[in-house]
Nanobody, 126 residues
Framework: QVQLVESGGGLVQAGGSLRLSCAVS????????MGWFRQAPGKERDFVAA????????YYEDAVKGRFTISRDNDQNTVNLQMNSLKPEDTAVYHC???????????????????WGKGTLVIVSS
């Protein structure tokens, strides 16, 4: 069973930056597509970003394009999310996710993750 453990969350002022990391164990990391999702209070869990198994292809939710960057290190079995220019509406619990492959629709991420970590809390103050 693949285990995902997130870290790096915290409290930051609007306009600031945070870097989230996800440590992956229990599986062959290079065979996993990886992603980040977030769940704001009282809302459903939403897609944020995804990265292919090789790291060559990335996908982003429109609201974070140009501000967030997903990356992976297949030697360290980690996936990261660099978040810049943070806004109060980015406040949420951020979950790392893994899956066998990314399914796209019209060039956008659609599905593919089947395992999620417990999450790390990000609070952006105004």
């Amino acid at each position: 069973q693949v285990q995902l453990v997130e870290s790096g969350g915290g409290l930051v002022q609007a306009g600031g930056s945070l870097r989230l990391s996800c440590a992956v164990s229990g599986g062959t990391f290079s065979s996993l597509s990886m992603g980040w999702f977030r769940q704001a209070p009282g809302k459903e869990r939403d897609f944020v970003a995804a990265i292919s198994r090789s790291g060559n292809i990335t996908y982003y939710e429109d609201a974070v394009k140009g501000r967030f960057t997903i990356s992976r290190d297949n030697d360290q079995n980690t996936v990261n999310l660099q978040m810049n220019s943070l806004k109060p509406e980015d406040t949420a619990v951020y979950h790392c996710a893994s899956g066998p492959r990314i399914v796209t629709m019209s060039g956008h991420y659609y599905d593919g993750m089947d395992n999620w970590g417990k999450g790390t809390l990000v609070i952006v103050s105004s």
